[in-house]
């Protein structure tokens, strides 16, 4: 099963196939465990293509593990444990692309999920290094903003680390230009 991080929001194709005896028309059960991993549960079955492919469908809002079980004979056939993690999507906006050296740009966006209190940081690219510049606290909208000085013409972001029940998210990078 690929792949194995999505954005938040976003469905993940969760594919495979089955070789047994004979492997058209077997059923598979997809069964997922989404974060705090309390157990799997049944949540779609379907039956293979005459060559023994598969394909499920899902938008799953948690880091969540999946298994699928294929009714094959004369035992059914249980895959390994795969999990899909999913990124906090974080949008960017910028005041300004064009500012003048020194000048304070607002950086600012929304995290989703909600995400209340956490810290957003401002980061620039310098060489193959993203450098931290400013940070901001996400508001019980899910929203930041901060003021940073912009001395350098370059590439910037804002990145929110993982939590237990997501992975870290990053906005599109901004070409900001110095004048």
């Known amino acids: 099963m690929r792949p194995n991080s999505i954005v938040f929001g976003r469905a993940v194709l969760l594919f495979g196939q089955v070789f047994s005896g004979a492997p058209g028309g077997v059923n598979v059960t997809l069964q997922e465990n989404p974060f705090p991993f309390t157990g799997f549960k049944v949540v779609a079955t379907t039956r293979t293509d005459a060559l023994g492919r598969y394909s499920f469908s899902r938008a799953p809002g948690v880091n969540t593990r999946y298994m699928v079980v294929a009714a094959t004979r004369p035992h059914p056939t249980q895959s390994a444990s795969h999990t899909v993690f999913v ?93």
């Open 87 to 179: 990124q906090i999507k974080l949008t960017l906006g910028v005041s300004s692309t064009r500012p003048g050296r020194g000048q304070r740009v607002a950086f600012s966006g929304t995290a989703t999920p909600s995400q209340r209190g956490r810290l957003v940081v401002i980061e620039r690219l310098v060489g193959r290094t993203w450098r931290i510049i400013g940070h901001a606290r996400l508001t019980a909208s899910s929203r930041y903003r901060t003021l940073v000085g912009i001395f350098n013409t370059g590439l910037y972001r804002a990145h929110i680390g993982h939590d237990a029940s997501h992975a870290p998210g990053t906005s599109v990078a901004r070409r900001l230009v110095v004048h």
